[in-house]
């Protein structure tokens, strides 16, 4: 499996970003798919997932009401809009796909040592 991420940029606080991921190869019945985030010496954080059986969502505190992932299954394709962006929300962000799971909220628990496949990081940067 391939995860291609794009999307990523430059944005002033208060704006908005939209991170694609497309998925291509192997297909599986059940996953999930998500998004982490990494900053300069900090372990990678679990941001949102999406269910790919049910389409339950999840998503961290710090990003609850202001982010949205959603999917597209026709073009295997996960996406992130970004809104009301914070300098805090600065970060290399990964899409990642755990495979065999049905719930979103298990991404979170799971963690990002179980991820089974990742795309490469795009960097987001929000000025203030």
């Known amino acids: 499996v391939q995860l291609q991420a794009s999307g990523g940029g430059l944005v002033q606080t208060g704006g908005s970003l939209r991170l694609s991921c497309a998925a291509s190869g192997r297909t599986f019945s059940r996953y999930v798919m998500g998004w982490f985030r990494q900053t300069p010496g900090k372990e990678r954080e679990f941001v949102a997932s999406?269910?790919?059986?049910?389409?339950?969502?999840y998503y961290a505190d710090s990003v609850k009401g202001r982010f949205t992932v959603s999917k597209d299954n026709t073009k295997n394709t996960v996406y992130l809009q970004m809104d009301s962006l914070k300098p805090e929300d600065t970060a290399v962000y990964y899409c990642a796909a755990d495979i065999g799971i049905t719930s979103a909220q298990s991404m979170r628990w799971r963690g990002a040592r179980t991820i089974d496949y990742w795309g490469q990081g795009t960097q987001v940067t929000v000025s203030s």
């Open positions: 999406i269910s790919s059986s049910t389409g339950g969502t």
